[in-house]
């Protein structure tokens, strides 16, 4: 999975799976932009990997951060060869008569408004360099929904249908869109998911981590790794494919 000298956008860098995925490029040699609206745990890679790194604190929800963000990262390294949408926000299980308006536009917003404002920002370099590759991180509960999740899965399911859309739109360009769909993640984000209320650490090991077939939940350098295998070269013939890493919980 040769990424060396790739230079890559991470979105949500600062969060559980974001960083993970931005240590992983870096050590395999990328230079990477890692945006996201807290930044301060990325201050320690920093210092470790300097001009290797440029950190970006920015809002994805808003066009010009967005493309503020991405010029910037064009003006110093180059050339922008991979996308890798990460940030996303949970929604606590609530039934549909009570998800507020404000609530639904904000799920909306950030997993899947944030994800056409990247991409359509990065295009343009992408296609002067005739190359590039997009991930998107959607999510397993597309295909098997959990009651409660109503706004989240319809964001996660606008993500891949965007990634579809943009994969047979870019393919001329040589440009790769994928996305990925996590299992339940090990990250702070899982608890976010229970209703309110909720033990979060019984409903981890007694709902989220029982309903993965290989009886674990999925680490957060799967998910790295699997960015990182779309990214390279090895799949240079996947475009509009959603990947599940899930541990088979789509089956």
Known sequence: ????????????AGGGMGKV????????????????IQVDGLAE???????????????LTDEQSVEDAV????ELFGQVDVLANVAGIAQAATDIENVSLKDW???????????????????PYMKQQNSGSIINIASVSVDRPRPGLNAYVASKGATISLTKALAIELAPYNIRVNAINPG?????????????GSDEGEAKENIFRKSVPLGDLITPEAIANCVLYLSSDLAKMMTGSVVNVDGGRGI
């Open 71 to 74: 010029k910037k990262t064009a």
């Open 1 to 12: 999975m040769n990424v060396d000298n790739k230079v890559a956008i991470v979105t949500g």
């Open 21 to 36: 995925v931005v240590e992983q490029f870096l050590a395999q040699g990328a230079k990477v932009a890692g945006i996201d």
């Open 105 to 123: 536009e904000r799920i909306m917003s950030i997993n899947s408004t944030a994800v056409f404002l990247t991409s359509r920002a990065v295009v």
């Open 45 to 59: 890679l920093e210092t470790q990997y300097p001009g290797q790194l440029l950190v970006i604190e920015g809002n």
């Open 184 to 196: 339940p993640a090990d990250t702070k984000m899982l608890g976010e998911f229970t209703a309110a």
